[in-house]
């Protein structure tokens, strides 16, 4: 199996969770990481590729085919996007944030779909994001490229059955070793875990939890679906702006 981006923060969750399940992983990007994924005496294998780039994207599936002859499971985790205003970014910025979000993903699909329809079947699955189904200040591109991947998920499901499940796994907020770019300090992610109702970010390993649940024969009939990996959700700000029942 593969996952994109899967040598840290989200992705190596991903990654750890599968080892610890039995598989083969194999794990990308543009540069080979200190350490890589690994469980016990199971570790990743990582192999260098930039997803945007079509041409390596068709290479590394060569590759794959080549050596392994089969992929059995797919995840397209790789992503992600600096904060930047809408009315401030520049049309060439969003164009990177779909590329990276949106159009790479679903050229690695389409490769993993043609290998997979070829041998036995598999599963996609596409790390999504909250930000599909809510307002996304600062990540604008974002959020639209990743409301796009559940429309695309739902298509691909349909197009692509019954020999490959096409999924998506939407995490809210999630603490990884850069979780304080996004929240700032310590002070600043226990502020935003109080306003999730199980009181924390998810963990990597919660994502991963859920991906190799999905890819497994437990989720057989599971195909264009979201899974929404959130901890209940956000409190509706109305909620604390009401005067009603405030005493």
């Not at 590759?63 to 970014?89: C, H, S, W």
């Not at 796009?148 to 739902?154: E, G, I, K, R």
């Not at 020999?163 to 929240?183: C, F």
């Not at 935003?192 to 057989?220: F, L, N, Q």
Request: hydrophobic share 50%; charged share 20%.
């Amino acid at each position: 199996m593969l996952v994109t981006g899967g040598a840290k923060g989200v992705g190596r969750g991903i990654s750890e969770s599968f080892l610890a399940n039995g598989d083969q992983v194999l794990v990308c990007g543009r540069e080979a990481p200190e350490t890589l994924p690994a469980v016990g005496d199971r570790k990743a294998e990582f192999l260098a590729v930039d997803i945007r780039d079509t041409a390596a994207v068709d290479a590394l599936f060569t590759q794959i085919t080549e050596r392994y002859g089969r992929l059995d499971v797919l995840v397209n985790n790789a992503g992600g996007a600096p904060f930047a205003m809408a009315d401030k970014a520049s049309p060439r910025f969003h164009e990177k944030i779909f590329a990276l979000n949106l159009l790479a993903p679903f050229h690695l699909a389409q490769k993993a779909n043609a290998l997979m329809q070829a041998r036995d079947g598999g599963t996609i699955v596409f790390i999504g994001s909250v930000s599909a189904l809510r307002p996304s200040p600062g990540t604008a591109a974002y959020g639209a490229a990743k409301a796009a991947t559940l429309s695309l998920v739902q298509s691909l499901a349909v197009e692509w059955a019954p020999k490959v499940r096409v999924v998506a796994v939407s995490p809210g907020p999630v603490l990884t070793e850069q979780a304080e770019l996004h929240y700032g300090d310590a002070a600043g992610i226990a502020a935003v875990e109080r306003t999730i109702p199980m009181r924390r970010m998810a963990m990597p390993a919660d994502v991963g939890a859920a991906c190799v649940w999905v890819s497994s024969a437990a989720a057989a009939y599971l195909s264009g679906s979201n899974l929404l990996l959130h901890g209940g959700g956000e409190r509706p700000a109305f909620l604390d702006a009401a005067t009603v029942n405030k005493g």
